[in-house]
């Protein structure tokens, strides 16, 4: 796998870097795709100050400091975070480009809690999901019957094998 790839948002260049098994993308190539801010980095400095100040929450904390490829061609240390922590600041930008994000999230989060309630849900998002990318409907029912299978042989299996299993 590629370990440093650049990314397109809305033909904004967005920097990443693979670390630690997952996608960490630079900060201030986000809050510059989502403000057109003239200058991202100071936007990104003020906008930790202002969510401190506001929510009590240290931006900062959820931030790596990695090494990317800066316009220069040297790599130099940037904040990036993981898509976890990418989701977080992007809810605290306040621009028009960030609301669809936020919508999105507020949409996923509330289908969670549907299927908490109801797991049944899952299981038929994930059908339609498949059904979205083309999988015809065969693959699709055994795709979802060997899921079945392998969760109640999981189930069977872990109280036996605790110790060989991780369970």
Known sequence: ME??????FESKKI???WYNEEWYFSVVDVV???TDSVNARDYWFRMKDRVKIEDGIELSTICRQ???EAPDGKLRETDCA???NMFRIIQSVPSPKAEPFKQ???QVGYERVQEIENPELAQERMKQLYEQKGYPKDWIDKRLRGIAIRQNLTDELCPRNSRILQC
């Open 3 to 8: 370990q440093n790839k650049i990314v397109v």
């Open 32 to 34: 510059f795709a989502l």
């Open 15 to 17: 920097r990443r870097v």
């Open 104 to 106: 999105w999230l507020a």
């Open 82 to 84: 993981n898509t976890k």
């Open 66 to 68: 990695l090494k990317l």
